[in-house]
């Protein structure tokens, strides 16, 4: 192989400064970083067997090595034994966080196979499920407690642990679908019941609005849950319905009452007024009868009256009635004895006036 050919002698000189120069430089450098190798060795020398996390304590012993690479670049001089101090000290300083890191590749290792036994359970629960018929209620308790106890798995080694998250994850959503589905059918079966509860609102015959309403409860409460999202509302408006239905009946209650309480009003206007013509007495027998007639209807219109004072108000009345009845039958009684002393004055005026006929016959013969 041919030599290569010479520099020009003003090149060779100048690669020759060059060199001088850079030889220069790296005993600067060596001069300069001599203090700061020493500095970082007894940095680290000072971290053997300090109390401190090995998460942060590693951090540090990372920083000082990097530092370390980072000023014995380019070195014109050998350091052997100071990177041999640096070496020990290292390796001192990082035995604990040694130990740890194996001890959370153990627990890693150990959660990872945690991880596959919940995995197991959850797909042999899956497979034993019910196809026509599952039991929704076990699958929300399964979907609430394994994510659950899945994470409590913790720490894992992310690459070795995602082929059984998407696995476990998907297993979730079968199961999260089979909820949604249950979830449809309960969803459709309130809208039903609010539907329904919605026409009994206007049900003309209360009576059965009420009996209806009652056995729509009871089938909401044997309804399954639907999302939480619509569950608080469809209940709110399902018992707003429901309400409306009772509170029909509360009006109704509170018009009977009133209605009551006008006919107990009435009632004892009604006794006050045949009790003080009581006093007063018929003027006539016709006029007292057609009188009795009169209050007998007014308190036969009356309708229902209180339930507490039913029976006094009737007994008040009653009282007053038959009060009036007697004084009209006293009133027949002297009826009955002035036309009795009329017809006994009547003869006697008969009989006179024949004795006087007789005898002024008896005159004239003599």
Known sequence: ????????????????????????????KDYVAAPKRIELIEEMEALVGVDEAPETLVEHIRALRQEWRTINKGLAVGA??????????????????????????????????????????????????????????????????????????????????????????????????????????????????????????????LSQA?????????????TGPVPHGQSQTMWEEFRALCDAVYERRQQEFAQASATREQAKTAADALCEQIEQECQEGPADRPTGEARLREWQDAFNALGELPRNDVRNLHERYQRAMSQYESQIAGLAQRDAEVAETNALAAARHVRAYQRAVIQGEADRKI
Not at 84 to 89: P, Q, T
Not at 135 to 162: F, G, K, Q, Y
Not at 215 to 222: D, E, N, P, Y
């Open 1 to 28: 192989m041919a030599n290569a050919p010479a520099l020009p002698p003003h090149l060779a000189r100048s690669l020759e400064q060059l060199d001088t120069r850079l030889n220069e430089l790296r005993q600067w």
């Open 210 to 222: 009420i009996d209806a309403v009652k056995r729509l409860q009871a089938q909401w409460k044997t």
């Open 80 to 205: 052997d034994a100071d990177a041999e101090r640096f070496e020990r000290a290292f390796t001192a300083a990082f035995q604990p966080c040694q130990v740890y890191f194996a001890e959370q590749a153990a627990i890693r290792r150990t959660n990872l196979d945690a991880r596959k036994q919940v995995l197991e359970r959850v797909l042999a629960f899956e497979v034993g499920l019910d196809a026509e018929q599952p039991d929704h209620p076990l699958i929300m308790r399964v979907l609430r407690e394994a994510p659950r106890e899945w994470r409590s798995h913790a720490p894992v080694d992310r690459d070795a642990s995602r082929p059984l998250d998407a696995e476990f994850f998907s297993a979730l959503e079968r199961l999260r679908a089979k909820v949604t589905a249950w979830y449809a059918v309960n969803t459709t079966a309130k809208q039903a019941l609010i539907t329904r509860a919605q026409q009994l609102t206007t049900t003309a015959d």
